[in-house]
């Protein structure tokens, strides 16, 4: 037997005595991590006015192309946004998404991040496109975030082991 299926073995046979560990996933989430890339959520500004201006750089980067915006122009009685334009549609599909954060770069008002919600399954493919209202409004469910001073920057591996 060659050395690299002994040393398989060996791998296989000290695992196998270990207990297992197992966590009650509905009651407890696992946190995340603070750079986890997850829901998409439309920002506003403190005032109230959404601060997506219609400008469709975030469709425009995405690779899948996934996201779809239509513009249209504010006008002094109905004010959207603090641009001339706004998102009158908004729309993302994720079911396409790759969640690659490209949209969330592209961005110059910072109008579209990603959260760190993680629970998206639908019965449906159309329950999977988020409209801007289901983009602008508060998560549901709260997902606990790991303590960002240990994870958010990584340790080079070339530092770690000293």
Not at 16 to 37: A, C, G, H, S
Not at 83 to 89: N, S, T, V, W
């Amino acid at each position: 037997m060659p050395f690299g299926t002994l040393k398989g073995f060996g791998v296989t046979l000290k695992h196998i005595f270990r207990q297992p560990i197992t966590q009650q996933y509905p009651e407890y989430k696992r946190p995340v991590y603070p750079r986890f890339r997850g829901r998409h959520r439309l920002n506003r500004h403190e005032n109230g006015l959404e601060k997506c201006v219609g400008c469709s750089l975030c469709a425009a980067a995405c690779p899948s192309d996934c996201i779809r915006v239509v513009a249209a122009e504010n006008t002094a009685e109905h004010r959207v946004s603090a641009g001339e334009r706004y998102a009158r549609i908004y729309e993302i599909n994720l079911s396409r998404c790759i969640f690659c954060g490209y949209c969330e770069l592209a961005c110059p008002f910072d109008a579209i991040t990603l959260g760190n919600e993680f629970e998206l399954s639908e019965y449906s493919r159309d329950d999977l496109i988020y409209t801007k209202d289901m983009l602008l409004a508060e998560p549901i469910k709260r997902v606990p975030v790991q303590d960002s001073d240990l994870y958010d920057t990584p340790i080079p591996a070339y530092k770690s082991s000293s």
